[in-house]
């Protein structure tokens, strides 16, 4: 009898101690994160500091799953923050009006440039990216410079058979970087030249990763030699993690604008503008760019150690209209195509 | 109708009648059906038989199809192997160190699916610590081939156990007889031990299919661009947002998978033909022939150094600098893993609700399928089907049953996925009790005017406390450790620590990722030496791993 009684109760304890106490805090924000959890966490911790507001976050490095999040949760928004991802990701949510419009006050106190904010008011830039080449030095000094291998410096070097079995990139199905880039050859070639192209990379192709951060880990391991990738990831595995890895930006580029945004019915949109206004200022910039080795969007905040300034890149003209109307078009066709 | 269908169909009648009784049938049956079936149709007629029919076009989907099948068999062909060489050598009593084979071999059982992966990375990878460091080659570990070897390691222990089942059963009288007739040493083994183990094999091999076509962590961590179903169809939710893909996808997985489950269940484990004279023969079994004896342990030794690599490399992870570069000892990357110790307490709380849920579920339901009750049967059914559904299907079906409903978001869901998910485990544990349970006791209580509720709660609870532990320490392990359920139900406040491990594998801070796949562990183990204190017995997490 006592021993029942004894597990009776255990078992109401352990139920009842799973279920948290209500606290009287300050309403939290709920924020869905495309970066990194190390810059998340740090950006986080410092507009808690500032607001008093509590941040819970779900940081996964891939836009396209918190994007269907979203979509998924539209009846019910959970979240009341999607930052990070280029605004390719924002800007279909915006149209499905899933987002909320909002000018930041700080953005013009900062004079932003127009450039990188959302002339609606859907979402607003806060950090820059762009693509480029990257190769694992370690390997390629062992292996192809005794074959006198010339380093890659246009996309068209990468289609180069040295590189053959050598290569890795995100895949342009999962990851927005890959999109970009197949994006950024059909604007370099035509639709036509550009699948030629991306047929004779395929060929060099050792795999497409699933997630875009996988990339660079396959390249940093030494598991490839050479890589397209964003140039940020790149340069903060060299210097946070010591990798052996050269970055060369390719004339004719692609760029992403890292947005955040306001998902409409979100249980705190008060904090949600306070968490708009904080990315806007530049303490988080400065750690996005310190730690994440992004562009920052604000003059005053300084460019990232080992990058070239933004405005020196080479950018292809790039058409965001055209590449938001044919990305599932694109995507399927890589599916049909290219197959992997 | 004879007198004894009579008594029978008298006995139905009576325990139907018990309205308590009759209430706590539909109850369960109500949960079952919600919790198990619910969600298995909904991603089942998620998508439209015209999205059904396009299967074929998608040449991405019918590689990933073709992968898994073949991943399948090679997998499945050397875990068996591997299982039969560790049962073979464990129930010979002249083999040495069969005790110590049989304690490594458990190990892999205990490890979280990506860990093996994760760890031959470390050990075998381009900056593995004997490729790159000690041996100084360039191997690549990525692909099918490293799948291969992880999913041998991480799956022939769920071998071994079926194997050494059936092997120790089978009587060495045969054996004996066999010789005496003449035959010698390898046809003793040919058509004897070998014969006799065969149900156990063609089991053994069944259940390992289930988990190998399963294998979501360790496909997640190695496969690199092989595409694998079990892998695609979060891939097509992770890069694409589409849930309509991703349902086809779990779809595709599920009719292989429930087709092993049921060869297994109703055909292989019923044609069990273990030696007439039951157990409890004193024979002594035969000397192995040395050459045998040799060769069984030169291997078993070698798989038991590959096991204890999975270990050794994690926990030296998490104290070396720069994996492959810079060897020397650190505790920076605790300092990092500390900061997110709060996702194990997270891990902890919705493990502790799913063991809670699985032991008293499958406690409850154990106990009304052991009633002649009309139905129980489909009960039954309903409380092992889970064991034949991949993880991932029932992660892609929890987010399109109850995603929109207030359990979405929450720790519940997940908790409730996972519980259900491992529902035949604690419903097993429960039935064998309950067969070990003198029927004679309950019928006392009966006859002096106990109902059937009151039998349950006086008779069977304090004699299943047992059940209910084992139950709630396999759920919990499992939960705390799973990661195909909880890439899919995953949202803010409820990160766990093993997509947090997950993440950190994918991004190179391998560090970090040891020192908390080390927490992790020392739960794990902790919470299996709780149990042991309590029941007295070493919980077993055999089922479909994922």
Request: hydrophobic share 40%; net charge positive; charged share 20%.
């Given at each position: 009898m006592m021993r029942r009684m004894w597990i009776g109760w255990l078992v109401v304890a352990l139920l009842v101690g799973v279920v948290p106490p209500a606290t009287a805090q300050q309403q939290k924000i709920v924020v869905y994160s495309a970066l990194p959890d190390l810059e998340t966490s740090l950006i986080h911790r410092e507009f808690t500091r500032r607001t008093g507001i509590p941040v819970e976050a779900l940081s996964v490095a891939a836009a396209g799953t918190l994007q269907a999040r979203i979509r998924a949760e539209k009846?019910?928004?959970?979240?009341?923050i999607f930052v990070g991802g280029s605004r390719d990701f924002h800007i279909p949510l915006a149209r499905e009006g899933l987002l909320v419009k909002y000018r930041s006050p700080v953005a013009a106190e900062a004079k932003i440039?127009?450039?990188?904010?959302?002339p609606d008011g859907y979402w607003h830039g806060w950090y820059l990216g762009a693509l480029s080449i990257i190769i694992n030095t370690e390997r390629w000094d062992r292996e192809l410079a005794p074959r006198g291998v010339r380093k890659p410096a246009?996309?068209?070097?990468?289609?180069?058979?040295?590189f053959k079995g050598h290569f890795v990139m995100p895949s342009p199905v999962t990851t927005g970087g890959g999109y970009i880039f197949v994006a950024v050859q059909i604007f370099r070639l035509g639709e036509d030249r550009a699948w030629a192209y991306l047929k004779a990379l395929n060929a060099n192709a050792s795999q497409y990763t699933p997630t875009a951060p996988g990339t660079i880990t396959l390249l940093e391991r030494g598991e490839a030699i050479v890589a397209m990738m964003w140039a940020h990831e790149a340069i903060g595995a060299r210097i946070l993690?010591?990798?052996?890895l050269e970055v060369t930006v390719p004339p004719d580029t692609g760029f992403e604008i890292g947005a955040v945004s306001i998902i409409k019915g979100g249980p705190n949109p008060e904090g949600a503008r306070a968490y708009v206004d904080f990315l806007m200022t530049r303490t988080p910039q400065d750690i996005n760019a310190r730690y994440g080795f992004r562009y920052p969007v604000r003059a005053d905040v300084g460019v990232p150690t080992g990058a070239t300034p933004f405005g020196q890149l080479k950018f292809v003209k790039y058409d965001l209209e055209w590449a938001i109307q044919n990305q599932a078009r694109i995507r399927e066709r890589w599916t049909r195509e290219i197959g992997r | 109708m004879s007198p004894l269908a009579v008594l029978r169909w008298g006995e139905v009648r009576r325990q139907a009648a018990d309205p308590g009784l009759a209430l706590t049938f539909l109850g369960a049956a109500g949960v079952l059906v919600l919790f198990v079936l619910y969600p298995a149709f909904r991603v089942l007629l998620y998508p439209s038989l015209h999205d059904y029919l396009a299967i074929p076009q998608s040449l991405r989907w019918m590689q990933a199809a073709h992968n898994s099948l073949v991943m399948m068999v090679i997998s499945t062909l050397s875990a068996t192997f591997v299982g039969l060489l560790f049962a073979f050598a464990t129930t010979?009593?002249?083999?040495?160190g069969r005790r110590f084979f049989r304690n490594i071999a458990m190990l892999p059982l205990f490890a979280p699916p990506f860990m093996v992966a994760f760890a031959y990375i470390l050990m075998?990878?381009?900056?593995?610590?004997?490729?790159?460091?000690?041996?100084g080659m360039t191997a690549n570990i990525f692909g099918w081939h490293g799948l291969w070897m992880v999913q041998t390691v991480a799956f022939f222990p769920l071998a071994m156990l079926i194997i050494t089942g059936v092997l120790e059963a089978a009587n060495p009288s045969l054996e004996h007889a066999a010789r005496n007739l003449g035959a010698d040493e390898w046809s003793v083994l040919r058509t004897i031990t070998l014969a006799l183990a065969r149900p156990g094999i063609a089991g053994a091999m069944l259940v390992v299919a289930i988990s190998v076509l399963a294998d979501f962590g360790n496909a997640v961590v190695?496969?690199?661009?092989?595409?694998l179903l079990a892998t695609e169809a979060w891939f097509r939710m992770e890069g694409m947002g589409d849930l309509k893909g991703a349902a086809l996808v779990v779809a595709m997985l599920l009719v292989p998978t429930v087709a092993l489950f049921l060869l297994e269940r109703y055909w292989v484990s019923r044609r069990a033909?273990?030696?007439?004279?039951?157990?409890?023969?004193r024979i002594e079994r035969p000397p192995t022939p040395p050459l045998l004896k040799g060769l069984v342990v030169a291997l078993c030794a070698l798989v038991s150094v590959l096991i204890l690599l999975v270990y050794f490399g994690v926990v030296a992870g998490a104290f070396t600098?720069?994996?492959?570069?810079d060897w020397s000892l650190t505790l920076s990357h605790w300092r990092l893993a500390q900061d997110r110790i709060w996702t194990l307490w997270t891990s902890v709380k919705i493990g502790v609700i799913a063991g809670v849920m699985t032991g008293v579920v499958g406690v409850v339901v154990a106990f009304l399928t052991s009633r002649?009750?009309?139905?129980r049967n489909c009960l039954d059914f309903l409380a092992v089907?889970?064991?034949?559904?991949p993880g991932v299907f029932v992660g892609v079906g929890f987010v399109l049953a109850?995603?929109?409903?207030?359990?979405?978001?929450?720790l519940w869901i997940l908790a409730t996925a996972l519980a259900f998910w491992h529902l035949p485990m604690g419903y097993q544990a429960a039935a064998a009790r309950l067969k070990q349970i003198e029927r004679s006791i309950e019928e006392a209580a009966v006859n002096l005017g106990a109902s059937g509720l009151r039998v349950l709660w006086d008779v069977y609870v304090p004699l299943l406390f047992r059940a209910l532990v084992e139950a709630f320490a396999v759920s919990f392990i499992r939960a705390v450790t799973n990661v195909s359920i909880v890439i899919f139900l995953i949202s803010p406040g409820q990160v766990v620590a093993t997509f947090v491990i997950l993440n950190m594998i994918q991004n190179n801070i391998w560090g970090a990722a040891g020192a908390l796949t080390t927490m992790l562990l020392l739960l794990t183990f902790a919470s299996i030496g709780l149990t042991w204190l309590l029941v007295g017995r070493v919980v077993r997490t055999t089922a479909v791993a994922g």
């Open positions: 009846d019910r928004p959970r979240a009341d440039s127009p450039a990188y904010l959302d246009t996309w068209d070097d990468l289609t180069r058979a040295e993690r010591a990798a052996p | 010979r009593p002249d083999i040495p075998f990878g381009r900056l593995g610590l004997i490729t790159h460091t000690l041996l190695i496969a690199g661009g092989f595409p033909y273990t030696t007439i004279t039951g157990r409890g023969s600098a720069v994996w492959g570069r002649s009750l009309p139905l089907l889970p064991g034949a559904l109850f995603n929109a409903t207030p359990l979405g978001g929450t």
